[in-house]
């Protein structure tokens, strides 16, 4: 057995070993890691047969990957900001590490790299050790701006990573640990600072910084400046909602991404361009091996400088690591074969970051070029430029669904015809334009009116073809993962198969199982899937509220959470992925609280994307002005709306009878179990003066476990000593955001709860709460209890 065949062995294995991490819920000492790799490498010393060592190698570069992940993981967990630090005014210096960018709430938000913590009792010489080195800032007020000094000294409230935790959907906080933030805040006071050196990093920032503002301020007269800017120095900032909606409607979110299409096209034109200026030097004057060598070096040059020039952002680094392994191999004549080459090219990213397996862009980039290494690798018959194109398309579209699904996206039918048209037009066309004139407008600027002209007219015929099959937005049903992943293979097999008619049974096979997919079921399509328990579920969105209840295939959901236009919507990010996962594909009852729009964002949307029987709510006119212009659903008032059966659940809904609005029109919702002898009570936003009228008028009868929703998020205004006493909760649940400006749940209302013996949790602290009402009785599940090693676990509040 060769060592460079045990040698691929260990490196599949590192590349096993580092993501495997990331499956895990607690970090692993680094000792003990240390201790179990001893086992392989002394067996792959003894061993004497061929399958032991090819274990023992095989192990051992998983324990040396998990190791090297683990160090890494186990660093910047320990550069999180103390808890003991959240809140408090504290000063930092340090220099801006991307683009000032405008946010919500007419804000300036923006990475910072620490240089140097200011803290009470520390030296002013050395930072803590413990300390985040780079944090995410939101400066808000009128002096709030774009043009700030790169190197400042800030006044600061920070609290550490957090985000919302539901078992599906966008994770902030694992975001923010991806991105290396160890804290998150707001800025209080700005000033200059001079007080260090601006070193390599720092000075890297502040041209990457230059390059985008004086970028903008030539290009800014362009129609389609968003996307010059995109494509020509990696900066999204000035993308607008309409240009996602788009890009995501046609499956073409990766052409304004900086990734290996755009840095091989900068690679391909450096190539051609130094090996034909080469090749007019005097014959024998360069041997071909050297000329190999000089072109491959102005390969990695020309990529490397637009690597740094586009920001040099995870996806950039990561294609630029694949561009310059891909370079090797073919310009130094390399005999390595290509899946060695993609092996290598893999370890190379996690080596350089062991935190890629966080990035979905890490498994759909190395998911499509493996696709396309198999496929143009292993084909007996060389396919023309037209025949290669739909080959790959069709291959990549197949292959990447199912990895899609498990990360929880859809995959978007007409993608596959825009990135048929897009993906040449931007290759052969967009690029090359703007490589050129970007020189052109480097060496002349009184130039900038034409080239703005030649980059409109080319982007502006991209863009009327993306927009009109935008307005398509077909999206296919999705069979399950199983399904998919037939699918694709099927699809894979019939493509590098060379008998014709396997092909064409792989082909009928793949178009049969489309043509089942895209075929609505004629009945039970919009049947939600059945629970064997009554269950509750109060999500995690942040400040704001939403509940849903369901028992059989009843569904009944309570309120919608918040929706900030254009920055965050709970229908987008928590319900629906969320609900369809569980699946839910009916709403049977949607109660609206009240009109606040922390109980009542994304109504469009949610209409959308399911199936409403009806709407109750406390403030029908203002909720009924939400809904869709196409909603036929009526709005029901709250106010004697009685009590309604939800399969084995008795629901009843109540209202003030006083002449109120806002908080106190919230429409109370209490639903018993009779299974489990069991009560929930989702109260809104009522305050003091409607808990009195709410406790007098409800039935008074016994439950052997009762939970309560504390009412305004646990604001001092409600849950009164009177409210405590009346309902004498087992369980308090809490929808709040974490450390919000509002300050809720309030410490006396906390206590009074504790006090009086109740068990509370909160969202912000515990994530999604599921409660099922058995009949052994209720038993509570909170989301943070079982997410992996880099979320923080449940805390008490």
């Known amino acids: 057995m060769s060592g460079s065949f045990l040698a691929r062995v260990g490196l599949a294995g590192f590349a096993c070993g580092v993501i495997l991490l990331y499956s895990l819920a607690v970090l692993p000492p680094l000792h003990w890691l240390i201790a179990m790799l001893a086992i392989p490498c002394l067996t792959l010393m003894t061993a004497t047969s061929r399958w032991p060592k090819v ?420 999206v296919l049903p999705t069979p399950g993962p199983g399904a998919l992943l037939l699918l694709a293979v099927v699809v894979m097999v019939g493509l590098l198969v060379p008998f014709r008619a396997c092909r064409l049974a792989m082909v009928g096979l793949a178009a049969v199982g489309l043509t089942l997919a895209l075929v609505d079921a004629p009945a039970g399509d919009n049947q939600n899937t059945p629970v064997d328990v009554p269950e509750l579920w109060v999500w995690d969105v942040g400040q704001g509220l939403s509940v849903m209840v369901r028992d059989q295939d009843r569904v009944l959901l309570y309120d919608t959470g918040p929706a900030l236009k254009g920055v965050y919507s709970a229908v987008d990010s928590v319900l629906v992925p969320n609900l369809r996962a569980l699946g839910v594909r009916r709403i049977d009852t949607l109660v609206i609280s009240h009109g606040d729009g922390d109980h009542a964002g994304g109504l469009p949307l949610l209409f959308d994307s399911f199936e409403v029987g009806q709407v109750v709510t406390g403030e029908p006119e203002r909720v009924a002005s939400m809904l869709p212009d196409s909603s036929a659903v009526a709005v029901e008032s709250c106010t004697g709306y009685g009590v309604r059966e939800i399969a084995s659940l008795a629901v009843s809904f109540w209202r003030s009878p006083a002449d109120v609005e806002g908080n106190d029109a919230s429409c109370v919702v209490t639903i018993r179990s009779a299974s489990a002898a069991a009560e929930v009570i989702l109260s809104g936003d009522i305050t003091r003066q409607v808990e009195g009228s709410f406790t007098a008028d409800r039935r008074h009868e016994s439950a052997a476990f009762r939970v309560v929703l504390a009412p305004h998020h646990g604001s001092k205004t409600s849950s009164s000593e009177q409210w405590v006493r009346e309902m004498a909760p087992d369980l308090v649940l809490v929808s709040a955001g974490y450390r919000h400006r509002f300050g809720h749940p309030h410490p006396d209302v906390v206590g009074r709860y504790l006090a009086s013996g109740s068990r509370l949790l909160n969202t912000a602290t515990s994530g999604a709460v599921r409660v099922e009402l058995q009949e052994s009785g209720v038993a509570v599940t909170e989301a943070r209890a079982g997410v992996p090693f880099w979320i923080r676990k449940p805390e008490t509040r």
């Not at 160090?71 to 003991?84: C, E, F, I, K, Y």
């Not at 520390?122 to 300390?131: D, F, G, H, L």
């Not at 910084?209 to 494509?231: G, M, Q, Y």
């Open 55 to 474: 274990a023992a190698a095989l192990a051992a570069g998983g324990f040396i990957g998990m190791l090297w992940s683990a160090w890494h993981a186990d660093t910047r967990q320990q550069s999180t900001l103390p808890a003991a630090l959240e809140g408090r005014v504290l000063e930092v210096s340090g220099y801006l590490c991307d683009v000032p960018s405008t946010g919500s709430y007419r804000s300036v938000r923006f990475a910072f790299c620490v240089e140097r913590w200011h803290l009470p009792g520390r030296s002013k010489a050395a930072a803590p050790p413990a300390m985040p080195q780079k944090i995410r800032l939101a400066w808000y007020g009128d002096a709030a701006t774009t043009s700030t000094p790169h190197r400042l000294k800030l006044r600061v409230v920070l609290k550490r990573p957090h985000g919302s935790v539901n078992p599906v959907g966008f994770r902030y906080e694992t975001w923010l640990y991806r991105k290396g933030f160890g804290a998150t805040g707001t800025i209080r006071d700005l000033a200059p600072d001079r007080s260090f050196d601006c070193r390599l990093g720092c000075r890297y920032h502040r041209w990457r910084n230059d390059l985008v503002i004086a970028t903008s301020e030539r290009l800014s007269r362009a129609r389609h400046f968003p996307l010059i800017a995109s494509l020509m120095i990696g900066y999204r900032g000035h993308m607008e909602p309409r240009h996602w909606d788009v890009l995501k409607a046609t499956g073409t979110i990766h052409l304004v991404a900086i990734s290996g299409l755009h840095l091989g096209l900068i690679a391909a034109g450096a190539g051609f361009v130094c090996r034909r200026l080469l090749l007019c030097m005097p014959q024998g004057r360069i041997s071909p091996g050297r000329l190999r060598g000089l072109v491959f070096l102005c390969v990695s040059t020309a990529s490397l400088a637009y690597a740094l020039a586009a920001g040099f952002s995870v996806p950039t680094r990561r294609a630029l690591i694949m561009v310059i392994i891909a370079g090797w191999m073919v310009l130094g004549a390399r005999r390595t074969g290509v899946l060695t080459g993609l092996l290598g090219a893999l370890v190379l990213v996690l080596l350089s970051d062991p935190f890629s397996p966080l990035d979905q862009g890490f498994w759909l980039s190395f998911g499509a070029v493996s696709v396309l290494v198999l496929l143009f690798s292993f084909r007996l018959r060389q396919a023309g430029w037209l025949q290669g194109l739909l080959l790959a398309q069709l291959a990549v579209f197949a292959a990447l669904w199912p990895i899609l699904e498990v990360l929880g996206q859809s995959q978007v039918v007409i993608g596959f015809v825009a990135n048929l048209v897009a993906i040449p037009w931007v290759s052969l066309v967009v690029m090359p334009v703007l490589a050129v004139g970007a020189l052109v407008m480097m060496i002349s600027p009184v130039a900038d009116d034409l080239i703005v002209g030649v980059f409109d007219l080319v982007l502006g015929m991209l863009w009327q073809g993306l927009a009109w099959l935008a307005d398509a937005q077909l």
